[in-house]
């Protein structure tokens, strides 16, 4: 049967030129109605596109010219490191040339100011006004009207189109009443300028912006930092000997790196000679170097310390573990939170009622007081200037940029925004056991006591001949006791029962106790007694001895995890109900439980029986959340089940891939981190999105001048673009504070 699914494409693009959430949801809404294009997500706070397209309907070059046609750039690189340079050196471009902006804009706007309110008219003062408060609108903020007044045609209102509309009002306003100052003087009104508002408003907001440019530069300083562990190059060791400064992307797999004392990983490997100790703090959080020798793993973007290495490239490029690392970042961040969508949606709708609320509000004035018909026009153009949407844009994706950023300095990769959002509202983490709350590597944790100590050499060497985990973990446990491996003769694996060897004369063994007893092996009382209470307990037993007796018994068994149990406890005073899910067997599972301080336990279940208990546990829940932490194959369709799923970094590529959350370092210790960090997280989301929306439900009504009648109290353009810039500025820094939360 022919295959008939087409093959999609998809990437993050940046994109520049966004001045507020309607600029993004215009891009958004240009690229998800282009043909072809099958999604389309905006992230404004961190000026990129994500889309996924249909290669044979459309292409990214289409997209970018559509894009263009709506008023913005989308940057496309050969790579998406190379777009985030060009977008990281067009936005200082862009930070420059605002900052001389402002400078000119003030440097026009004070002098205007002086005239118009300090009261030193002169002949002519007015076409001076006129001439430094059209300089300020045309070179200062020329693209406030080119965008506002063609987002205004095309029917997609922005940010620019308010200030452009408030600005062109006041501006004009000020020159009829210079050209027809005697008009109004025959009806006994004041000709009133208003120069200095529609300076003013373009100085103040490009002022704001600038500030933001700056803030908002900070919240992508995480994934920046991530970027910057990666070095620009690499020494290469050739079959000649000779060695060879090569471009980190120049490396291909096999190549042999020489990494010097103090530099960075420049690929994932393994460590073929030298020794030396290696930082591993940006991926485990832990400041202790990790001390490496030949066979070891190492990971690109890690910080060698006082020795040289050499290391066989394993992955490079985008297939290493760092750069897998920063696209999860990236793509998280350019991911949407659940509040943000509506927060889109009021948006789309947003500008337009602005200037809807402006022109009743000038009718209002017309209708109900034709003689403060100017009043009614300053108060049309306030509500223009402070209704600007920019703090309600910022409010969401600042935070979720910042809080992903933090999360991933201490190892918590967030994939998904949702699961950042959402992971402080579980109420049960359902834990696979093992590599999950255990090691995942069997080990001797226990030995009958015996002369078994002068064979130990005999079982060392026959345990090295099997590539079994439990014969691996026996011949850790004899290295530990600092056996020699002895000579052995005449090896045999016996397949479901253990092997066997001749040394000393006699035949040896390890394995089973049918194994012993097919070669005449007795068992004694008290290995006999050591075996059933290990079984009891759930752990695993090998026995050891020759051809007359069994001599040594070896419990063996899967470890919790360093500071599992701290783990679960500080889950459980968070409100967090922890709960074991394994395929072991249950007394194993309930040993293990115990250890860890779990008090549900269900064992013995398949991968379709671990999705069926997280469905239950679910609706056990009550509307509350079930989170899913697990490391292999088998837990790929629980992790999907689950409301948030977590991996562990160690763990296999598809229960990476499954879930919406990483522990780079696959220790749990992180977990209660990060909870602390979502809640947070939708902390600071709903201060900001409160503030947003109480400024503007506040603001409009003042701009508008409900103060007046009462008060004598109006609200000025200039004043209203200061409360505007103020806004968007204090949104960004609230969420900053993520940044120094501490999540221990």
Request: overall charge negative; glycine content about 10%.
């Amino acid at each position: 049967m022919a295959n008939n699914k087409v093959k999609l494409e998809s990437g993050t693009f940046p994109v520049a030129g966004m001045m507020c959430a309607v600029c993004a949801s215009t891009v958004e809404r240009t690229l998800s109605e282009a043909d072809g294009v099958v999604s389309a997500s905006v992230n404004f706070a961190a000026a990129t596109a994500t889309v996924e397209w249909r290669p044979e309907d459309t292409s990214i070059d289409t997209l970018k010219s559509l894009i263009q046609d709506a008023g913005y750039e989308m940057i496309v690189e050969s790579s998406i490191d190379e777009a985030m340079k060009r977008q990281q050196e067009e936005e200082l471009a862009a930070y420059r040339k605002m900052q001389r902006k402002v400078a000119v804009a003030w440097l026009l706007t004070v002098p205007l100011m002086v005239i118009c309110m300090g009261g030193f008219h002169f002949p002519g003062s007015a076409w001076v006004m006129c001439a430094l408060a059209l300089v300020v609108m045309v070179w200062c903020g020329g693209d406030f009207f080119v965008k506002g007044f063609r987002n205004l045609v095309k029917g997609n209102p922005s940010m620019e189109s308010l200030v452009a509309l408030s600005t062109t009002v006041s501006f004009s306003f000020s020159l009829f009443n210079t050209l027809f100052s005697g008009l109004w003087g025959a009806l006994s009104m004041k000709a009133d300028l208003y120069y200095e508002g529609a300076a003013m408003i373009i100085a103040f907001v490009l002022t704001g912006k600038l500030l933001e440019m700056r803030a908002r530069h900070s919240t992508g300083s995480a994934l920046r930092a991530l970027m910057g562990l990666r070095p620009d190059m690499a020494h290469v060791k050739r079959e000649s000997g000779i060695i060879e400064t090569v471009a980190t992307s120049q490396l291909v797999v096999g190549d042999v790196v020489v990494i010097r004392p103090g530099e960075r990983v420049p690929a994932d490997g393994v460590m073929t000679g030298g020794r030396s100790s290696v930082d591993e703090s940006m991926l485990t959080g832990e400041p202790i170097p990790v001390e490496k020798m030949v066979g070891d793993t190492i990971v690109g973007g890690t910080l060698n310390g006082t020795g040289t290495i050499e290391m066989r490239t394993v992955k490079v490029g985008n297939d290493t573990e760092i750069a897998r690392i920063i696209n999860s970042v990236r793509d998280a961040q350019g991911s949407k939170a659940p509040v943000q969508r509506i927060v889109d949606r009021i948006s789309r709708i947003f500008v337009p009622t602005v200037i809807a609320c402006s022109l009743l509000t000038f009718a209002g004035w017309a209708l109900f007081a034709p003689d403060c018909m100017a009043v009614g026009a300053i108060a049309a153009v306030s509500v223009l200037v402070i209704a600007c949407p920019c703090a309600l844009g910022l409010a969401t994706p600042t935070a979720i940029m910042v809080g992903i950023g933090r999360g991933a300095r201490h190892g918590i990769l967030v994939k998904d925004a949702a699961a950042l959002e959402h992971l402080s509202d579980i109420s049960v983490l359902a834990i696979d056991k093992t590599g999950t709350l255990t090691e995942g590597k069997p080990k001797v944790i226990l030995e009958t006591k015996g002369k078994f100590l002068d064979e130990m050499g005999v079982f060392y060497a026959l345990e090295l001949k099997s590539e079994h985990p439990l014969a691996t973990a026996v011949a850790d446990r004899c290295r530990e006791l600092g056996a020699v491996p002895e000579e052995v003769n005449d090896f045999e694996y016996i397949p479901g029962a253990g092997i066997a060897g001749t040394a000393r004369g006699m035949r040896w063994w390890i394995g089973t106790e049918s194994l012993g007893k097919s070669l005449g092996a007795g068992i004694p009382a008290d290995i006999r007694a050591f075996v059933d209470e290990s079984l009891a307990q759930g752990a695993g037993v090998v026995i050891a001895g020759n051809e007359k007796q069994a001599t040594v018994a070896f419990r063996i068994a899967d470890s919790l995890r360093p500071g599992a149990a701290e783990t679960v406890a500080d889950l459980r005073s968070l409100g967090v109900e922890t709960v074991l899910l394994t395929g072991d067997k249950r007394p194993t599972a309930l040993h293990i439980a115990s250890q860890a301080g779990i008090d549900r336990v269900y064992a013995e279940v398949s991968p379709a029986d671990k999705a069926r208990v997280v469905g239950e546990l679910k609706d056990e829940a009550g509307g509350r959340l079930v989170a899913m932490a697990g490391d292999g194959i088998n837990d790929s369709e629980a992790l999907a089940t689950a409301d948030v799923s977590i991996a562990m970094g160690t763990g296999s590529e598809i229960a990476v891939e499954s879930a919406q959350l990483t522990l780079v370092g696959s220790s749990l210790a992180e977990l209660p981190g990060a909870v602390r960090l979502s809640a947070a997280t939708r902390r600071i989301i709903k201060e900001n999105l409160f503030w947003a929306f109480i400024y503007n439900v506040a603001g409009i009504p003042i701009a508008a001048g409900a103060l007046y009648p009462a008060f004598g109290f109006l609200l000025t353009p200039a004043i209203a673009s200061a409360a505007m810039a103020v806004s968007s500025i204090c949104v960004v820094s609230n969420s900053l504070r993520l940044r120094n939360l501490k999540l221990k």
